[in-house]
């Protein structure tokens, strides 16, 4: 009988080699490296950069970083509530600081002073990695300080000048709308994927 000359399939290997991707198929896309998780938001932000002012944060530092101090400012506030329920027998109604002054208040407090420089470092860092300068995270000082102290000093001299303080007012609340409208949609760009002037980008090669 005749042998069979027609070609065989190769045998299949499992020790084969794999073949080996590119890991960037497409020239001129960079690499996304991968998100930063909660916990790992919480202690860059508290722990490796918590008076940090320089250098980039992309989003996943900075939304898991805002997201873990509601969190804890829903906490702290039902407790303050509870608190002061506890405590409505021996508060003076007539005393507003007797309620600033209880436990829960004091606590906030304390809390939130010790969160102010993560919290403004984060949004400075947040800035930068979107080529922005990070004195935007302060510009409210310059907006509302010198219109605050207008209205001020209206109410000081008397209830005449009544148009113009509301004036001022509507005036102080128009800024602070724009400015946190401003804000948002900064805070919730994407990264520069190239260098810029404040750092390598953190989430693209």
Known sequence: MEQNTYPQPPEF?????????????????????????????????????????????RRSEYWNWVLAYFLLSFVLSMLNMFIMVSRMEVMDPGD????????????????????FLPNLGVTVRRLHDTNRSGWWAVAPIVLYVPLYIAMLAMIK???????????????????????????????????????NKYGPSPKYN
């Open 13 to 57: 290997n499992q020790q084969a080699q794999q073949p080996q991707y590119p890991q960037q198929p497409y020239p001129g896309v960079p690499l996304v490296k991968p998100q930063m998780g909660f916990v790992e938001a919480i202690k860059t932000v508290l722990i490796k950069k918590y008076c940090c002012f320089k250098g980039r944060a």
């Open 96 to 115: 507003p600081l007797s309620f600033y002054m209880s436990p829960g208040y004091i606590l906030l407090a304390l809390v939130g002073l010790a969160l």
């Open 157 to 195: 001299n008397g209830g005449d000048n009544f148009m113009s303080i509301m004036v001022i007012f509507g005036l102080l609340s128009l800024v602070a709308l724009a400015y946190c409208i401003i804000m948002l949609v900064w805070l919730c760009q994407d990264s520069d994927p190239q260098p």
